[in-house]
C-alpha cells in the first residue's frame, strides 16, 4: 500500500483533491484578532484588578484581626492586673466599667471553664470557655460577633483564675472602601490606555495576517512549484519572521518528504531482501547442521567402532556446538515470524500438565552432570485453550533458562488452576535475578549479567515464551530473590465447552505468589 507524504495536499496535479466537497466545507470561524486584542487587554487588566483588590482586602482584613488580637492581650492584661489588686466584692463592678469604657467583654473563668464573672451580653457555653481557658488567643463567636480574645491569669499559681477579654472584629476592613475607590480610578485610566494600544497594534497584525493567509491558501492552487511558491515577507515584525520560518518549513517539508519516500522504499526492500534471506538460512544452515547432528549421534553410537575416551569427548563437544548452533537458528526464525505475524495458534484443549511431564522428562540432558534434581508437582486434570506445541515450546523455554542457572538443588514444575487460567509455575534454586535486571529479563536480545559472561543464547528464548503467552491472551511473571533462586508464572486461559466465552482476557491479572 503506497503512504502519501503530506506534500501530496499541496501539489498542483492534486487540485481536484482541494476544490473536492470536503474542502469546500467552510471551517468553523472563531472571534476576529482586531477586536480581540483590546476585549483580552480589558479582561486581564479587570482581573488584574479584582486580584489586587482581594489581596488588599485580605490583607487589610488579616490587619484588622492582628489589631484585634493586640488589642485584647493588652486589654486582658491590663484589666487582670485591675481585677486581682481588688477585692473580690469589687471586681464585678471593675469588669463591667473596663466593658462599658472599651467596648468589649470580660468574663473571669477557671481553669475548668466555671464563670466566676461574668461582663459579658451573653456567656458562651462551659465547654467553649474551658477551650478557651487552656489557650492564651484566638478567635471565636460571641454576642459582640466574630471576636478575638485573649487570656491572662490572675496569679502566676496554677489554679489561678484566667480573665478572658474579648475583642470584635470589623465587618468591614479600615481602609476598605478607600482602596477600591483608588482601584476603580487606576483601573479605568490604565485600561482605556491599554485597550487603545492594543486595538491600534492588533489592526496592523491583522491586516499582515490575512495577507499571509490568502497566500497561504493560494498555495494550493499554483501549478509551478511542487510546495507552492513563497509567501513574501511584507515587514520586519513578528508575523514577517513567521513567514519566513514559514517558507524556510515548506522547502524542508518537501525535502523531508523526499526523503521519506525514499527511506521508505528501500525499508520496504530491505525487508523483503529479510524475509528471502530467512527463507534461504532456514533451509541452507539446518540442513547441514541437521547432518552434523545426525553423524555425530551415530558416532557416539559406536556403530562403526568403540571410541576412545577423547575422541568421545570430542564428539560430544561437536554435537553440543551443533545443537546449540541450531537452536539459535530456531529462535530467530521463530522470533522473526512472530515480529511479522507470520505465525498463527491452532487452539485445542490441552492437557498442562500432560504437556509440562513431557518437557520434564525430556530436560534430564539440560543438567547433565550437575545435582540438580528435574520433577513435576501439582494437579492433572488443568485444560488451556491453547496451541499444543506453542504451550510446549514455552514451558521449554522456561525450563531450559531455569537449567542453564541452576548449578545444584532441584527444579520443580507445578501445574495448578488458577482462576480462569491454568497456571504453570517453574521454580527453581539458581543465583537469583538482580531488581535491576528484572525489567529487561522478557526483552528481545537482552540477557543477564550472568548469562552474557557465558555467552550463550540470544537471548530469545523469554523474550519468545513472553509473546506467545500474550497471543494465547495469557501472561508471565517473574518472582526472584537473589541467592534463592527465582519462579517464572505461566497464565494459559482455561478451557471452555462454550466456544462464545473462550476468548481469553486480553489483559490478564498478575500473580501474586509470595
Known amino acids: 500500500m503506497e503512504v502519501k507524504g503530506p506534500r501530496s495536499f499541496l501539489r498542483g496535479s492534486n487540485q481536484k483533491k482541494v476544490n473536492s466537497p470536503r474542502f469546500k466545507r467552510p471551517a468553523k470561524r472563531s472571534l476576529p484578532f482586531q477586536p480581540l486584542a483590546p476585549l483580552v487587554v480589558v479582561g486581564v487588566a479587570i482581573a488584574v484588578a479584582i486580584a489586587i483588590l482581594l489581596v488588599g482586602v485580605h490583607h487589610l482584613d488579616q490587619a484588622s484581626h492582628d489589631h484585634a488580637s493586640e488589642q485584647a492581650g493588652v486589654l486582658a492584661a491590663t ?30 473563668i477557671t481553669r475548668d471553664g466555671l ?21 492564651a488567643a484566638g478567635d471565636t463567636s460571641t454576642a459582640l460577633g466574630h471576636t478575638r480574645y485573649a487570656t491572662t491569669a490572675l496569679d502566676a499559681s496554677p489554679s489561678a483564675p484566667v480573665l478572658v477579654a474579648f475583642v470584635r472584629v470589623p465587618n468591614t476592613p479600615e481602609g476598605g472602601p478607600a482602596l477600591i475607590k483608588a482601584l476603580i480610578a487606576l483601573t479605568t485610566l490604565f485600561v482605556g ?53 514559514f517558507n524556510e518549513l515548506v522547502e524542508r517539508f518537501g525535502a523531508a518528504e523526499l526523503i521519506y519516500r525514499q527511506d521508505l522504499a528501500r525499508v520496504r526492500a530491505a525487508d523483503r531482501d529479510r524475509s528471502g534471506f530467512l527463507a534461504a538460512v532456514s533451509h541452507e544452515l539446518r540442513s547441514p547442521l541437521n ?14 567402532g568403540p571410541l576412545s575416551s577423547s575422541a568421545r569427548e570430542e564428539i560430544e563437544q561437536i554435537r553440543d556446538s551443533g545443537q546449540h548452533l541450531l537452536d539459535l537458528i530456531n529462535d530467530t526464525l521463530e522470533f522473526s515470524a512472530l515480529e511479522s505475524g ?26 547433565a552432570g550437575r545435582d540438580v534434581e528435574v520433577r513435576i508437582d501439582g494437579e492433572q486434570g488443568v485444560f488451556v485453550d491453547a496451541d499444543p506445541r506453542r504451550v510446549r515450546q514455552v514451558i521449554t523455554n522456561v525450563v531450559s533458562n531455569a537449567a542453564k542457572f541452576t548449578q545444584r538443588g532441584e527444579i520443580v514444575v507445578s501445574v495448578s488452576p488458577y482462576g480462569a487460567f491454568g497456571c504453570v509455575s517453574v521454580r527453581d534454586t539458581g543465583p537469583g535475578i538482580d531488581p535491576a535486571e528484572r525489567a529487561m529479563i522478557f526483552e528481545e536480545y537482552k540477557q543477564s549479567v ?6 550463550r543464547g540470544t537471548g530469545l ?28 508464572n505461566v497464565l494459559i486461559p482455561r478451557w471452555d465447552s462454550n466456544p462464545d466465552s473462550r476468548e481469553p482476557s486480553s489483559h490478564p491479572p498478575a500473580v501474586d505468589r509470595a
Open 450 to 455: 550472568s548469562e552474557r559472561r557465558r555467552r
Open 461 to 488: 528464548g523469554l523474550a519468545i515464551a513472553r509473546r506467545l503467552v500474550v497471543m494465547h491472551g495469557g501472561s508471565i511473571h517473574l518472582e526472584s530473590e537473589v541467592g534463592r533462586g527465582s519462579t517464572f
Open 79 to 108: 484589666v487582670a492586673a485591675r481585677v486581682a489588686a481588688l477585692p473580690p466584692a469589687s471586681r464585678l463592678d471593675a469588669m463591667q466599667l473596663a466593658a462599658r469604657r472599651t467596648g468589649s467583654e470580660y468574663v473571669l
Open 291 to 304: 547432518a552434523i547432528l545426525g553423524f555425530a549421534d551415530v558416532l557416539l553410537s559406536e556403530v562403526d
Open 115 to 135: 464563670v466566676l464573672l461574668d461582663a459579658t451580653l451573653r456567656t458562651p457555653d462551659r465547654a467553649t470557655l474551658k477551650k478557651i481557658a487552656r489557650r
Open 193 to 245: 490606555v491599554a485597550a487603545t494600544v492594543a486595538y491600534a497594534m492588533a489592526h496592523d497584525a491583522a491586516r499582515d495576517v490575512e495577507f499571509v493567509t490568502d497566500r497561504i491558501k493560494g498555495m494550493a492552487h499554483v501549478h509551478s512549484e511542487p510546495t507552492g511558491e513563497p509567501v513574501p515577507v511584507r515587514a520586519l515584525d513578528e508575523v514577517g519572521a513567521l513567514t519566513a520560518a
Open 342 to 367: 507470520q505465525l498463527r495458534l491452532v487452539r485445542a484443549c490441552v492437557d498442562l500438565f500432560e504437556v509440562a511431564a513431557d518437557v520434564v522428562r525430556e530436560s534430564g540432558g539440560l543438567v
